[in-house]
């Protein structure tokens, strides 16, 4: 029998099978090569993005060289408090003398109008907030979207504040009697955001000194 | 069907996806609300129905009857997922911006549609343009859509393009309205349909002019003239 003949024997479900196998590696070649050549650009795309936020969230501190070499881990109990992924983790600001001036913590309020908001939190030693910048959200555009630092400098009313600075009372939208403002027709959004940024503050306060124990044994491992 | 006019004129025109077909309104109606949203997601398209056309045309005497929907889906689904991984690398903010709609190219009833009534039957030089102009028809519509809501909702024009373009782009931006606060709905979804509802419209009414002009060009005889005509010539 030629080749030709043994093929045109096979049952017609395996041939089929056979063609859609084949059809099946030549896709997965495909995109395996497209994957392997746009990894690297994708990568810096996305270091460019995050970088980006970082500057800018402690870009009030007042030391120009900050180094943003080193990330702690954050404790497995608040992964939930913060509703982050595991894997997610502190990123250690420090100044030219690598002394750690600040934090940026990242953080998630679960409860926008359209799902997470996605936050990076930048703190300094004395619990103040250098910065925050939303990262992610699927808000209304035009409503809620205004936490987005693209759409309204709304999110920039953080910077200086602290967990003191409003009294707790004050930490809430001005509908609810704090002292945040909220959109015109979307409260829900920055209620959300205010409730959230005053539990990561919480947390921070609570664990700041075992945050600036772990950056200063970093720096220590690293010297020598 | 075959000749190259009547394929532009198909895709661009008579057979519009967006506007007579009504295939793939879920990115249409959902992503027209800037032109650099529009344009993204109408670049996106025409990747893949381009590229899913010519290799549909290119492997059609392959594929038997049975396995030819699996290997067509499988076929749109390898370039989405190429278009999806060059745009991260090449534009990665205007990525996050269309978000989800970049994978749910793939379910996008143009592009199945396409490959199983025209390529799937036509050598692949006729299924690549017929891919490329359906792909513009739908282009075209989102472009006009995302122009037209951008201006009624924030009151400008080419906002954010460098998002597509590069810094180069970055001041494109015309402000046409100088207002705070633009139509809101215009924006949101209801104003998708709404303004969508308004071009199909637009194309009927044009469709039925048109129609009417033809029919008077081929009936030269002047309503009201009973005459008939017995000598001369009848050309």
Avoid at chain 1, 154 to 171: C, M, Q
């Amino acid at each position: 029998m030629k080749p030709a003949e043994r093929i045109n024997n096979l049952h017609p479900a395996l041939l089929n099978a056979i063609k859609l196998g084949i059809f099946a590696i030549v896709a997965a070649l495909i995109l395996g090569s497209t994957y392997s050549g746009t990894a690297e650009r994708i990568a810096e795309a996305q270091l460019i993005i995050e970088q980006r936020a970082l500057l800018e969230v402690v870009e009030r501190l007042t030391s120009k060289n900050i180094d943003l070499q080193d990330r702690i881990a954050i404790p497995e109990e608040a992964l939930e408090l913060l509703h982050l992924q595991p894997g997610q983790s502190i990123q250690v600001v420090r100044n030219n003398q690598s002394e750690a001036i600040a934090f940026i913590l990242p953080s998630v309020a679960p409860n926008g109008y359209s799902g997470a908001i996605r936050m990076l939190i930048g703190l300094d030693l004395d619990g103040q907030i250098t910065g925050i910048r939303v990262v992610d959200h699927r808000e209304t555009p035009g409503l809620g979207d205004k936490v987005d630092i693209k759409k309204s400098s709304w999110i920039e009313g953080f910077a200086g504040k602290s967990l003191g600075n409003p009294e707790e009372s004050g930490w809430a939208v001005k509908k609810d009697g704090g002292s945040f403002d909220a959109f015109t027709g979307a409260t829900i959004t920055p209620r959300a955001v205010v409730s959230q940024v005053r539990t990561t503050l919480a947390f921070y306060q609570q664990h700041l000194d075992e945050f600036i124990a772990q950056a200063t044994t970093l720096s220590v491992e690293e010297s020598e | 069907m075959s000749d190259f006019g009547s394929i532009s004129r198909d895709g661009l025109w008579s057979k519009n996806p967006a506007l007579v077909q009504l295939l793939g309104l879920c990115p249409l109606l959902a992503m027209s609300n800037s032109v650099v949203n529009s344009l993204g997601m109408a670049l996106a398209t025409m990747l893949v129905l381009t590229g899913s056309n010519t290799v549909v045309s290119l492997v059609r005497n392959r594929v038997t009857e049975v396995i030819r929907l699996p290997a067509f889906v499988m076929i749109i689904a390898a370039f989405t997922t190429c278009t999806e991984l060059l745009m991260q690398a090449y534009t990665f903010e205007l990525y996050q911006i269309l978000g989800i709609f970049i994978p749910l190219i793939v379910t996008n009833c143009t592009i199945l549609g396409r490959a199983e009534a025209f390529a799937s039957k036509n050598p692949v030089l006729p299924a690549a343009l017929d891919g490329f102009m359906m792909a513009l028809g739908f282009g075209l519509v989102l472009f006009t859509l995302g122009a037209i809501r951008e201006i009624l909702g924030y009151g400008t024009l080419f906002a954010d393009m460098d998002l597509l373009f590069g810094p180069m782009a970055a001041n494109w931006e015309i402000d046409l309205l100088h207002i705070d606060t633009g139509l809101l709905i215009a924006v949101l979804p209801p104003g998708a349909f709404l303004v969508t509802g308004f071009l199909i419209a637009l194309k009927n009414i044009i469709d039925d002019r048109m129609e009417k002009k033809r029919l008077a060009a081929s009936n030269p005889l002047v309503v009201g003239s009973k005459r008939v005509r017995t000598t001369g010539n009848v050309s």
